[in-house]
C-alpha cells in the first residue's frame, strides 16, 4: 500500500467511526477508553510498521506519518504514539502484546525535553537497577509495560514489579492520560541497541509534528467553512478581506508544515540516525509553532463559539498546546538546531 | 538528452575553471563586469538553457535550468545582469512572439548584447495593474505611446522596453490593453533612476513622450496584452521562486561559516535554527514548484501559494541573520559575532521589497482566500 492510501483508509474508517458525537463523548471522559484502544488493535493500526516476520504489516515507519496526520485531523485520543511506535521499534514479545490488545506500553522518558529536565526529573541505571522519578508519564497508569530510558539504556519493566510506583496525576490534554513514575532500584536488563533512544525519540518527535500538522487542518477545514457560512452585516464574514487574509495565512502555513513533514517523511526511512535527529527536530520545531498559531487564528474566526468547549476548534487548540512542548518546542529545538550547524555533531548527544 | 547528473557535473567543472568576478559596489562597474559575464555564461552555453535552439537557447528541460542555477549560486558565482529578459520577460517572447521576433530579439537577450526592462508598474497603476494609462495610439504603421512608468528595474541602461500600454480606452480595463516592444533609444524616452532603500539606484522613473513604436513590435495581437502579461508574471514568480531558494540557502551557509569558531550564544543558536527551519520548509514547498514546472502546468492559485511561503522564508531569514548584527548594524564595516555586516544589511533590507514585487502579498492572499479556499468574494 501507498503511505497515502494508509493514511486514505485511516481517514475513512474515523469519518465514519469516530468524528462527531462519538468524538465529544469521549472527550468529556478522559483520555483512556479501552474499547477504543482493542477497536483500533482490531483494525490492525497498531500493527502497521511492525516487521512481518514479528506478524505485522511491515509498512516502513515513514507510512506512519500519514497516520498521525489522521489523527490529527480527527482529534484521536489516548496512547497511539506509544502503541504505533514501540512495537514497531522493539522486538520483544512483551511488547508484541500490545498490538493484540491496544492496552498501552508507556514511554518513561526524563529526556522529552531539556529545557524542564529539572522539573520531568531524571532516571538512572546502576549495577542492573533502575531509580529515580519521571513527573509526566503518558498513560503509565494503563500501561501493561514501562518502556523506561536511562541514559542511552532502554529497558522493559513490569509496573507491577517491587519498587514501582505510579501515581495518578490530573490532565489538561484532552488526548492523554499522565502520571508519575517512581523506580526504587528496580531490577533491569537493557536491550542491547545502542541507537534506539535516539530513534525512538526521533521518530516520536516526527510523528508529533504529523499529528499537529493534522490538527492545524482541522482547524483550517472548520475555519473556512464557518467563515463561509457564517452572515453579519448582511454578508457571510469570509467575505470581509481582514478575515480572507487570515484564511489566507492560516492555509500558507499550514501548507508549509504539511510539505516539511511529507519531504521529511520521504527522506526518513533512509536517513541516518544523527541526521534523523535534525531532521525531525526541524519539522516538530516548525509544527509546535505553526499549529498553535493556526488554532489561534481558528478560534479568533469562530467569535464568541471559538471559545466554547462545544467547538472542535477549541479542543484542538488545547491539544495543540500540549503537544507543542513535548518532545520540544520551537525554542528549544532552535537552539538545539543551531547548536548543532555550528559543530556539526549529533544534537541528541546531550541526554 | 544529457543526464541530470552529467549535466551537473559538467557545470560544475566549468564553473570550478572559470573564475567568477568579484561584484563590485558601485552600480555602474557593477552592470559592466555582471555583463561580460553574461557574454562568458552566453559563450559556454549556460544561458536560456531550457529555451529551444532556434530562440539561442540549449533545448534542455527546466531541471537542467534548475540544476545550472544551483551551481553556479553554490561556486559563489554571480548571475547574469540580464534576469529581466531572461526570466520575466523573455520567456514571453518565446511563447508569443512573430518568428521575426524571436530570432531578432531573443539571441541578443540571451547573450546580454540586449538588456530587456519591464514597463508594467504605473504611479496611478501598482496592484491595480490593468488601470494603466499610459497611451498608444495608431498613426500609420506606427502607435504613438505617451505615459509614465515607474519602478522600472534597470531601465536607465536597459536596450529594449516590455511595455504594457492601452490601445482602446472604451472597454473593460483588462480589454484594452497591448503588450509592445519597444526600443529605448527611440525619440521621446527618458528613464531616470530612483534611489532604493538599499542605496543602491536600480529602478527608475520612465516617460514616454509621443514615442513612435512601429507596429510590427507589437507582441501578439493588439488590444490582447493582459493575457501575455499575465504569462510574463508567472514567469517572473516562478523564476524568482526558484532562484531565491538557492540563494538563501547560500547565504544562510556563509552567515554559518562567518560565525563559526566564535563565542556561541543562545541568540545567535537559535536564530540559526530558525533559519534551518524555514529553510527546510522552503525546500519542502519547491519541490512542488519545481515539479509543476517541469511538467509545464500553467499559472495556478497555488503559485500564490509558494509567493507567500517564499516572501515569509526570506524575510524570516534575513531578518534573523540581520538580527544577530545588534547594535553594530549601523556601524559600517563591522563584524559583529563575525558577521559581515555590509552585506546582512543590504540583503535583509533588500528582502522587505519581496513581498511588494510581483504581486503583493496582500494581493495573493486574496487570490488564495478566493480562488483556492473558495470564500465569497468581498
Ligand atoms: C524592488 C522592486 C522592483 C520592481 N521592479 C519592477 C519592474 O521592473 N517593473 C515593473 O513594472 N514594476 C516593478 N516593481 C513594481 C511592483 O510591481 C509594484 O510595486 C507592485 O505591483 C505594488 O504596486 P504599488 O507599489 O503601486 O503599491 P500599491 O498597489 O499602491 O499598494 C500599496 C499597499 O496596498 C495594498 N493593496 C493594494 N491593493 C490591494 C487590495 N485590492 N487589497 C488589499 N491590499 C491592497 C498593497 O498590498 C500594498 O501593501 C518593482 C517593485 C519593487 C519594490
Not at chain 1, 481517514?11 to 469521549?26: H, I, K
Not at chain 2, 537542467?64 to 561556486?75: S, T, Y
Not at chain 2, 515539479?291 to 507567500?308: E, F, I, N, Q, Y
Not at chain 2, 544577530?324 to 548594524?329: A, E, N, Q, T, Y
Amino acid at each position: 500500500m501507498a503511505d497515502d492510501e494508509y493514511g486514505a483508509a485511516v481517514d475513512e474508517y474515523l469519518t465514519r467511526a469516530y468524528d462527531g458525537d462519538r468524538l465529544r463523548e469521549l472527550l468529556d471522559a478522559g483520555a483512556w477508553h479501552p474499547e477504543l484502544a482493542a477497536e483500533l488493535a482490531g483494525l490492525g493500526w497498531y500493527s502497521l510498521a511492525v516487521p512481518e516476520d514479528r506478524g505485522g504489516l511491515g509498512a516502513p515507519l515513514s507510512a506512519l506519518g500519514a497516520v498521525f496526520v489522521q489523527f490529527g485531523r480527527h482529534l484521536v485520543v489516548g496512547p497511539q504514539l506509544e502503541n504505533v511506535l514501540v512495537p514497531a521499534l522493539l522486538a520483544d514479545e512483551r511488547v508484541a502484546a500490545v498490538v493484540e490488545t491496544g492496552v498501552p506500553v508507556a514511554v518513561v522518558d526524563h529526556g522529552v525535553t531539556e529545557e524542564w529536565a529539572e522539573d520531568l526529573g531524571s532516571v538512572t541505571l546502576t549495577s542492573g537497577r533502575l531509580s529515580g522519578t519521571v513527573h509526566a508519564v503518558r498513560f503509565a497508569r494503563q500501561a501493561s509495560l514501562l518502556v523506561v530510558i536511562a541514559g542511552a539504556a532502554v529497558c522493559l519493566v513490569d509496573p507491577a514489579a517491587p519498587g514501582v510506583r505510579i501515581d495518578e496525576l490530573d490532565s489538561a490534554d484532552p488526548g492523554t492520560e499522565f502520571a508519575r513514575v517512581v523506580l526504587d532500584e528496580v531490577p533491569a536488563d537493557p536491550i542491547p541497541d545502542d541507537d534506539l533512544v535516539a530513534r525512538l525519540r526521533s521518530w516520536a518527535m516526527l510523528l508529533l509534528a504529523c499529528e499537529l500538522s493534522g490538527l492545524a487542518h482541522r482547524s483550517l477545514e472548520h475555519t473556512v467553512e464557518h467563515i463561509g457560512r457564517r452572515e453579519q452585516f448582511g454578508r457571510p464574514v469570509g467575505s470581509f478581506q481582514a478575515l480572507q487574509h487570515i484564511a489566507a495565512d492560516m492555509h500558507m502555513r499550514w501548507t508549509g508544515l504539511h510539505n516539511l513533514c511529507l519531504a521529511t517523511l520521504a527522506d526518513a526511512d533512509e536517513a541516518s540516525v544523527s541526521e534523523l535527529a535534525i531532521m525531525a527536530a526541524t519539522a516538530k520545531a516548525h509544527a509546535a509553532e505553526v499549529a498553535v498559531s493556526v488554532c489561534e487564528d481558528a478560534i479568533q474566526l469562530h467569535g464568541g463559539m471559538g471559545f466554547t468547549t462545544e467547538s472542535v476548534v477549541s479542543r484542538h487548540y488545547t491539544r495543540a498546546l500540549a503537544l507543542r512542548a513535548w518532545y520540544g518546542d520551537q525554542t528549544e529545538l532552535r537552539r538545539r538546531i543551531g547548536a548543532s550547524l555550528l559543530h556539526e555533531t549529533d544534537p541528541r548527544r546531550t541526554t | 538528452m544529457e543526464s541530470l547528473d552529467a549535466f551537473r557535473a559538467r557545470a560544475r567543472a566549468w564553473l570550478a575553471e572559470a573564475e567568477p568576478p568579484e561584484v563590485p559596489l558601485d552600480l555602474d562597474s557593477r552592470f559592466t563586469v555582471l555583463r561580460r559575464w553574461q557574454k562568458t555564461l552566453f559563450e559556454a552555453g549556460w544561458v536560456g538553457i531550457a529555451w529551444s535552439r532556434e530562440a539561442g537557447g540549449q533545448g534542455l528541460t527546466h531541471s537542467h535550468q534548475l540544476v545550472f542555477v544551483e551551481e553556479l549560486v553554490r561556486a559563489r558565482a554571480p548571475q547574469p545582469i540580464g534576469l529581466i529578459g531572461l526570466e520575466v520577460v523573455g520567456p514571453s517572447i518565446d511563447r508569443y512572439g512573430s518568428d521575426r521576433q524571436r530570432t531578432e530579439l531573443l539571441p541578443r537577450l540571451l547573450a546580454g548584447d540586449d538588456i530587456w526592462c519591464q514597463g508594467f508598474s504605473e504611479p496611478e497603476a501598482g496592484s491595480d495593474l490593468a488601470s494603466l494609462r499610459t497611451r498608444a495610439v495608431a498613426d500609420g504603421d506606427d502607435l504613438v505611446v505617451s505615459g509614465q512608468k515607474i519602478w522600472t528595474s534597470w531601465a536607465h541602461v536597459a536596450q529594449w522596453c516590455a511595455l504594457l500600454v492601452r490601445t482602446d480606452p472604451s472597454v473593460r480595463k483588462q480589454a484594452g490593453i497591448s503588450y509592445l516592444l519597444v526600443d529605448m533609444s527611440s525619440p521621446g524616452v527618458t528613464a531616470r533612476p530612483i534611489r532604493q532603500m538599499t542605496g543602491d539606484g536600480e529602478f527608475c522613473e520612465v516617460f514616454l513622450d509621443q514615442v513612435r513604436v512601429p507596429r510590427r513590435n507589437l507582441l501578439g495581437a493588439e488590444n490582447e496584452g493582459w493575457a501575455i502579461a499575465t504569462h510574463t508574471l508567472g514567469s517572473e514568480r516562478a523564476g524568482a521562486t526558484l532562484r531565491r531558494r538557492v540563494e538563501l540557502e547560500v547565504a544562510v551557509d556563509d552567515a554559518i561559516s562567518e560565525l563559526r569558531g566564535r563565542p556561541e550564544t543562545p541568540r545567535v543558536r537559535a536564530a540559526l535554527g530558525r533559519c534551518h527551519v524555514a529553510m527546510r520548509v522552503l525546500d519542502a514547498q519547491t519541490r512542488r514548484t519545481t515539479a509543476r514546472l517541469v511538467a509545464g502546468t500553467g499559472p495556478t492559485p497555488l503559485d500564490s501559494v509558494d509567493k507567500l511561503v517564499l516572501n515569509d522564508v526570506e524575510q524570516t531569514v534575513l531578518a534573523e541573520i540581520a538580527g544577530l548584527l545588534g547594535p553594530l548594524r549601523a556601524v559600517l564595516g563591522s563584524h559583529p559575532h563575525g558577521l559581515r555586516s555590509q552585506r546582512w544589511v543590504h540583503e535583509h533590507l533588500y528582502s522587505r521589497a519581496a513581498s511588494i514585487y510581483g504581486g503583493s502579498a496582500q494581493i495573493q492572499r486574496t487570490i488564495v482566500a478566493e480562488r483556492l479556499l473558495g470564500l465569497p468574494r468581498g
